[in-house]
């Protein structure tokens, strides 16, 4: 399996920073990572993402959804078996005004194990771009 997760601490209350992820029609206005997300965000439910680096839109099934916690979701190529992602967003309340941001992704199947190491330092570059653009956003 390969995977990379980020983290970041937002000097932003937890219901501030979980407000800002879950406006996904706010995302072309600040998020590096992915340009356009759309659908229900509620789980069970498939929703058309754009990410931005990889230049190609995907359409993943939301697999967690536990408000001013997580936000998860599963996009799969093909069959999973051969090649799914998981990308995950968990908040934890560090105080009243500090949030930490935990961010990355997993990836499973047969293909996953030939994914280059480059491809996944340049979405690692893009998640720790798209943490701090958040950051920014909500620390105005």
């Known amino acids: 399996m390969k995977q990379y ?3 970041i601490t937002i000097n932003s209350p937890l219901e501030t920073v979980w407000t800002a992820l879950v406006n996904t ?7 590096p990572l992915v340009g356009k ?3 229900n965000l509620a789980e069970e439910q498939t929703i058309k993402t754009y990410i931005i680096p990889l230049g190609n839109t995907y359409s993943p099934k939301i697999i967690a959804f536990v408000p ?3 936000l998860t979701w599963k996009g799969i190529q093909g069959a ?3 090649i799914a ?8 309340k ?3 005004q500090n949030t930490e941001l935990l961010h990355g992704e997993y990836f499973t199947g047969l293909l996953s194990f030939f994914i280059p190491k480059k491809l996944l330092q340049k979405m690692e570059n893009a998640f720790l771009e798209h943490n701090q653009a958040l ?5 105005k």
């Open 5 to 7: 997760h980020t983290k």
């Open 25 to 31: 029609e706010n995302y072309p206005n600040w998020n």
């Open 37 to 39: 997300l759309e659908g």
């Open 68 to 70: 001013y916690n997580q």
């Open 80 to 82: 999973s078996f051969l």
């Open 85 to 92: 992602g998981e990308h995950y967003y968990k908040l934890r």
């Open 94 to 96: 560090v105080d009243n």
């Open 135 to 139: 950051k920014t956003l909500l620390e």
